[in-house]
């Protein structure tokens, strides 16, 4: 079967590119979310790919018997069932890479954010305050002096440690595996980590193997001058902790762009002073986003065709393309 004749299914929503494109290309079918219900099982046997932005579970999957692939709008799959899908035979791909760049550039700019309080100052202007109060305040965090530690040194965390390094601040990192083309100080264990820097920059996967990984523990260990940047996914984060631990100054500050149940932000987190969120935008620009939507349909096309995909995960790397 070629790329043309196939049918791909868009479960829920999804960036508009992905949809426009796949309507262009294949025969498109959406439904309103990844409930194999809403489909006929006459329907659901003629679906060949499926292009995503939501949980893709292994029922879900299972429900599709001539299912090739499943193509993942985000670096992040998480919410796929990838290791189900390799048993299957089913091709699983991602977006890495192309917004590498636009995260790491983000990252730097909510961990300003967080310590030098610009959003709240520009608050402040546009109400008036500095003509009525005068200057704002000088705010008690800097990003100068600051060690950091990046938890989750992949292509988004190297890209983050290469902008902080010409920021002249020095970096550790925590990954399982040592990297051996990088000269930062390597620490075994999160906890390690997290002793010796003040500033916790957080963008592992999430996922069971990070699940709360950032607990009282290591927020102890970060310290009360410590500042916890989280971009990777809310989940690697134990919120309560974390709020407990900004209420009780047992940390200075947190910068925030995914949470732990989007879109819900805990009423507690938005009270504290002392964070900085933001609405998980760290790769929201329109060009970043129309890369990425190309590529999920890209890699659909690909493998559709025949061809290898593009950016397979690492659970489907072997995969070869089951004939049709
Ligand atoms: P990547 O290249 O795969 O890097 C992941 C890094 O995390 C690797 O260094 C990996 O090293 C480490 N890691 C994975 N599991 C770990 C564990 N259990 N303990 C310690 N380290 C672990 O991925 P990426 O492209 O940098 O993206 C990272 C994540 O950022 C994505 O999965 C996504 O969740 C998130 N993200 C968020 C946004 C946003 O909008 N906020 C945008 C893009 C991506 P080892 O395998 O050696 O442990
Ligand atoms: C996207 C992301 O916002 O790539 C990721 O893993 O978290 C972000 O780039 C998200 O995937 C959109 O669904």
New binding site residues.
Partial sequence: MSAAGSTVLIPGGIHARVRERIEAEFDAVSIAAADAALMTPEARAKISGIAC?TVITSDFIDAFPNLSIIAS?????DAVDAKHAATRGIMVT??PDV?SDE?ADTTVGLLLNTLREFPKAEAYLRAGRWVAEGSYPLTSLTLRGRTVGIFGLGRIGLAIARRLEAFGLPINYHTRTKRNDVDYPWHDNLAGLASVVDTLIVVVPGGAATEKAVNADILAALGPKGVLISVG?GSTIDEPALIAALADHKIAAAGLD?FADEPNVPQALMELPNVSLLP?????SVSTRNA?ADLVVDNLAAWLDGRPAITAVPECAGLDRKPA
């Fill in positions: 932005a709008f985000g670096v992040g799959y991602n977006t917004l995260v996914r995914v998980h935008v760290a790769s929201a990425m």
